[in-house]
Each structure stands twice: as C-alpha cells, then as structure tokens.
C-alpha cells in the first residue's frame, strides 16, 4: 500500500507566498506523475499542476506564472511553490499519485488527506 501526506498549509496574506510538501511511502515499486489538485467549499476539485517523473509539467491557467511544481525522485516526495497568492487560492490542496506498489501491481491513483490554504489579509 502507498499513503502520501501533504504538509505545508497555512494562513497567508494576500502577495504572501507557501510551499507545500507532498512525501509518498510504503510499498512504492515505482511512481509516475504526481501532482495538486485543489477543493474550494461548494466548488469541485481542481487541477492545480502536475509533473511526469521525467520533469514534464502542467499547470492550471489560474496559476500559470505564480505556482511551480517541482519533485525529488529520490525522496518519493512532490512540493508546490506558491508565489503571489490571491484569496481565490483559498481551498484545501490535495496531492496524488498514480504509483505501482510492486512490479506486478497495476497502477493505482493515492491521494493524500489534504492540507488547507487560506489566503486572507
């Protein structure tokens, strides 16, 4: 079984910058893309960007230019660099996984607990 853990949350105003953290464990054969999705209340859950475990990324177009998604291989673990946050990040940011927890394991999708965002002056 894989879990993943997000860390890194909090309250910010708004201009204020975060980094979230995302670390994978467990029985983890090999992890392909990972990335944030994003939940604010009454809305649906979000794309915010993802990353290939060759470095390739994609973001959401609200984020373009103030986010960067970056991982370490090495570390199973994914982070989020958020710059120039705007009350409308406000949301609980969730991270995922599509990883193989052994070599005869399919591919499955884990996703983390998720850590809460608040952008607020």
């Known amino acids: 079984q894989v879990q993943v853990v997000e860390s890194g949350g909090g309250l910010v105003q708004p201009g204020g910058s975060l980094r979230l953290s995302c670390a994978a464990s467990?029985?983890?054969?090999?992890?392909?893309?990972m990335g944030w999705y994003r939940q604010a209340p009454g809305k649906q859950r979000e794309l915010v960007a993802v990353i290939t475990n060759g470095g390739s990324t994609d973001y959401a177009e609200s984020v373009k230019g103030r986010f960067t998604i970056s991982r370490d291989n090495a570390k199973n673990t994914v982070y989020l660099q958020m710059n120039s946050l705007k009350p409308e990040d406000t949301a609980n940011y969730y991270c995922?996984?599509?990883?193989?927890?052994?070599?005869?394991?399919?591919?499955?999708?884990?996703w983390g607990q998720g850590t809460q965002v608040t952008v607020s002056s």
């Open positions: 467990g029985s983890i054969f090999s992890i392909y893309t």
């Open positions: 995922n996984c599509n990883a193989r927890a052994g070599i005869a394991r399919p591919t499955m999708t884990y």
